[in-house]
T-cell receptor, first 108, second 117 residues
Framework: GQNIDQPTEMTATEGAIVQINCTYQ??????LFWYQQHAGEAPTFLSY????GLEEKGRFSSFLSRSKGYSYLLLKELQMKDSASYLC?????????FGPGTRLSVLP | DTGVSQNPRHKITKRGQNVTFRCDPI?????LYWYRQTLGQGPEFLTY????????KSRLLSDRFSAERPKGSFSTLEIQRTEQGDSAMYLC???????????????FGPGTRLTVL
């Protein structure tokens, strides 16, 4: 079977750093993707990891450990506009399997 | 090209009616995907196309759902005899889908929100 887990909700303060974890068990692995989704809008692509390690992209970084089936998304210097759901998705073949998403609230 | 587009953005229908949604992918993208998303959940895969060929269909997709991509460009998703449980956001995504790509990023459209009364 395929299973992806993320915390349901997280809260952080403006200017802080937050780490959103994702664990997965899938039948295949071609890459792990992170998407941001604001309420009522479509998911927008943030980053992807294929190999183990950290990928940095401005205020956002994503880490992958394939042996542990684990990834995290790190958001630095949080801004109010970062309040959104963050979706972890695994490409196990031709299609993606999405996690339930983590709803992040950034407080002033 | 400004990205993936979907029409309509909202659809309200009565139970038992048929509905059809359209998706126009990014022009050079060969793959097109349909997902369904309900409140508080991640997108759930429905089906995908490589050019005009429908290559995979979720086991969760009932016979009331059908999708086409006749010329390998835009796609339509039809739901027949709608039920209240079909109420959801229907998302379309596209990707390059070229041979040799080990990782193929999907880009999403704005979605069609379906409400079945």
């Amino acid at each position: 079977g395929q299973n992806i887990d993320q915390p349901t909700e997280m809260t952080a303060t403006e200017g802080a750093i937050v780490q959103i974890n994702c664990t997965y068990q899938t039948s295949g692995f071609n890459g792990l993707f992170w998407y941001q989704q604001h309420a009522g809008e479509a998911p927008t692509f943030l980053s992807y990891n294929v190999l183990d390690g950290l990928e940095e992209k401005g205020r956002f970084s994503s880490f992958l450990s394939r042996s542990k089936g684990y990834s995290y998304l790190l958001l630095k210097e949080l801004q109010m506009k970062d309040s959104a759901s963050y979706l972890c998705a695994v490409s196990g073949g031709q299609n993606f399997v999405f996690g339930p998403g983590t709803r992040l609230s950034v407080l002033p | 090209d400004t990205g993936v587009s979907q029409n309509p953005r909202h659809k309200i229908t009565k139970r038992g009616q048929n509905v059809t949604f359209r998706c126009d992918p990014i022009s050079e993208h060969n793959r097109l995907y349909w997902y369904r998303q309900t409140l508080g959940q991640g997108p759930e895969f429905l089906t995908y196309f490589q050019n005009e060929a429908q290559l995979e269909k979720s086991r969760l997709l009932s016979d009331r759902f059908s999708a086409e991509r006749p010329k390998g460009s835009f796609s339509t998703l039809e739901i027949q005899r709608t039920e209240q449980g079909d109420s959801a956001m229907y998302l379309c995504a596209s990707s390059l889908g070229r041979a040799g790509l080990t990782t193929d990023t999907q880009y999403f459209g704005p979605g069609t929100r379906l409400t079945v009364l």
